[in-house]
């Protein structure tokens, strides 16, 4: 039988070595932008053109490269960093794997032109599916120019799973972000399609995150500090007031490097236990150092997932300097006692003689003497008239017992003036003539049907309402904008800005009506009708984190997500007291939809207890 065990070429083999590397052009940016953190570049300028797919230019003006070291730099498992597995665990520079730039030139044509401080020339490569083409002497200043173009250009299969330009480039700027945040001291530009989106000058650590976030964040972040045998940690945290329920900025750096740690987060939320709602999030930008003995950073390919050696012990640490934090900056509850008008109270001297309590008393008052005090007379027949009149006037007039609801009738027999949760409204008016509906603690609306008694949830069922309305319109795009009198001022980070154009068509199908002013700023100009009351820049934040989240690139999807989002926020809330004529109207808007049972995410909006199971209540 002939041997079936054969060695794969080396240009396959960086093909398969790069899908644990190299996912979507965000790791290109990742891994080029790391290397030239270690190769101590004090200026890195990051040109993007169509979302990384057709263009990702990095230049650093780090040391730069040898000729040598810049032909073996795209060699597999070729790094500066180790040179025997022990140095795994002593690392303390960004790019070690090995295989980043072998796995890029696998899947994209690369030129790179380096040139070191002490040589007047540098060297110019270009490599194209692992394959050298061009090696030469060129003219370059010094440092590192990487261009990386075509990216999958020779694996379409992994090309055509790549999102649309507004996801790619959401998560390019999510990984610039995470890298810009633990470098302050490196200036960063991004450019997209020839757009500045950041020009961060070197700053403080604070600062850093003001320019890349928005200044609103300077008054909401209080500083943390610790340092023990076991761990340093530095950074900030938010104050309570200003959690939310989605997109707050969470980010843990160790020994320079970004990274995601389920349990530590869970450690910073419980300092903010009893401070914050169930479910809300808070910002924190938390930077840990540690002996790189202690943790193992290569447990994930993409070097985000950490585990360290004493985990507990750290949990600890971390929680209850958050806590401390809360404190000193008097984040937390404290008992306040109100001195404000108390007299002064003088500090007891044993010289000091104490006199008696003196009581003045006016001999010459008596209080039956009419001269002393005389009531004054009031008019109380003119006081009350009219109100007997008023009362009978406005008295409702009684009706018959005969025809009131049991719970009622049994109230009036008992004499009780106990106000009751259900509403009866009048049978004249419901989704069928002689309908009769109820609300039930302000929460569910009851109605009768042919088989039993049927209960709808009051604020799914409007949210199923308003989906299926809005829904319609972002398809007809004949979303009803009300205009407002002073438009709202909408501020977004660059990497939500990104999405925002991704989205803005379905908003403005809704009925939004935004105006681009620079900077990351929008102008509200237009909301949707029927969603007065509600903050807009609340809701397209919203909306927006959402889109994040989703990244979703299917247009039905995004319009969906979009829609139910609006829904839910505009919808009738739970304890709102509903009048006959809109329990009538919501209930007859209900049954008009394709799928009254469910809201479009799947919840029950209704279910009806049978007329047999209410039968058997009452054997």
């Not at 090995?98 to 890029?104: K, R």
């Not at 692992?130 to 992994?158: H, K, W, Y």
């Not at 205009?483 to 980070?493: A, D, H, K, S």
């Not at 469910?598 to 209410?614: A, C, H, N, Q, S």
């Amino acid at each position: 039988m002939s041997d079936i065990i054969q060695l794969l070429p080396d240009s396959v083999a960086n093909q398969i070595a790069a899908g644990e590397v190299i996912q979507r052009p965000a790791s290109v940016v990742k891994e080029l932008v790391e290397n030239a953190i270690d190769a101590q570049a004090q200026h890195i300028h990051i040109l993007i053109t169509d979302a990384g797919k057709t263009s990702i230019q990095v230049i650093d003006d780090g040391k730069g490269m040898s000729e040598t070291d810049a032909r073996l730099s795209f060699e597999r498992h070729a790094t500066s960093k180790i040179r025997e597995a022990a140095d795994l665990f002593s690392l303390h520079t960004l790019g070690f794997r090995g295989e980043a730039l072998a796995s890029i030139a696998a899947i994209a044509q690369v030129e790179l032109k380096t040139r070191q401080e002490n040589r007047e020339l540098g060297t110019r490569i270009v490599v194209s599916g692992s394959r050298i083409e061009t090696q030469e002497d060129v003219a370059t200043p010094q440092g590192s120019n990487f261009c990386v173009n075509n990216l999958f250009f020779n694996v379409p299969a992994r090309r055509k799973f790549l999102k649309s330009n507004t996801t790619e480039l959401s998560n390019i700027l999510a990984e610039f972000e995470r890298v810009a945040l633990v470098h302050p001291e490196v200036a960063f530009t991004l450019y997209s399609n020839d757009s500045q989106l950041f020009n961060l000058a070197a700053s403080p650590l604070r600062q850093r995150i003001l320019t890349i976030f928005g200044k609103k964040l300077n008054q909401q972040l209080l500083s943390v500090g610790v340092e023990t045998t076991l761990i340093r940690l530095s950074g900030y945290v938010a104050r309570p007031e200003t959690a939310r329920k989605k997109g707050a900025h969470q980010f843990f750096f160790v020994n320079g490097r970004y990274m995601r740690h389920p349990y530590f987060h869970r450690a910073v939320m419980d300092a903010y236990e009893q401070l914050i709602p169930t479910g809300d999030q808070i910002s924190y930008f938390i930077y840990l150092e540690v002996d790189p003995a202690n943790i193992d950073v290569n447990i994930h390919p993409t070097k985000t997932e950490i585990k360290f050696e004493n985990e507990p012990a750290i949990w600890q640490i971390l929680s209850a300097a958050v806590k401390e934090s809360l404190g000193k900056f008097n984040a937390v509850p404290s008992i306040d006692f109100d001195t404000e008008g108390m007299p002064d109270i003088p500090a007891f001297e044993q010289s000091q003689s104490i006199a008696p309590p003196q009581v003045q008393v006016n001999r010459d008052y008596n209080p039956f003497q009419p001269s002393a005090y005389r009531r004054p007379e009031v008019n109380w027949d003119a006081l009350y008239s009219g109100i007997e009149k008023a009362s009978k006037l406005n008295q409702p007039e009684q009706p018959d017992a005969r025809h009131l609801h049991p719970e009622f009738r049994f109230q009036e027999a008992s004499g009780k003036q106990e106000p009751v949760s259900i509403q009866a409204s009048s049978p004249e008016i419901g989704s069928d003539k002689g309908t009769q509906h109820l609300q039930f603690k302000g929460k569910y609306i009851l109605t009768s049907v042919r088989s039993g008694l049927m209960l709808i949830d009051q604020h799914r069922a409007h949210v199923r309402v308003l989906f299926d309305r809005y829904m319609a319109q972002i398809r007809e795009k004949q979303g009803i904008s009300q205009g407002v009198l002073f438009p709202e001022i909408l501020r977004l980070p660059p990497s939500e800005a990104a999405v925002l154009q991704g989205i803005s068509g379905e908003l403005a199908a809704i009925g939004f009506e935004l105006t681009d002013l620079g900077g990351g700023s929008y102008a509200i100009n237009g909301i949707p009708s029927g969603i007065e009351g509600l903050d807009p820049v609340t809701l397209i934040g919203s909306m927006i984190r959402t889109a994040m989240e989703k990244g979703s690139d299917v247009k039905e999807e995004v319009q969906q997500f979009l829609a139910l989002t609006l829904a839910k926020a505009a919808a009738i809330v739970y304890g709102q007291v509903l009048s006959d004529r809109e329990m009538a109207s919501l209930v007859d808007d209900l049954f008009a939809c394709q799928t009254p049972g469910y809201t479009p995410d799947g919840k029950t909006v209704l279910d009806t207890i049978r007329d047999e199971e209410i039968e058997k209540m009452f054997r």
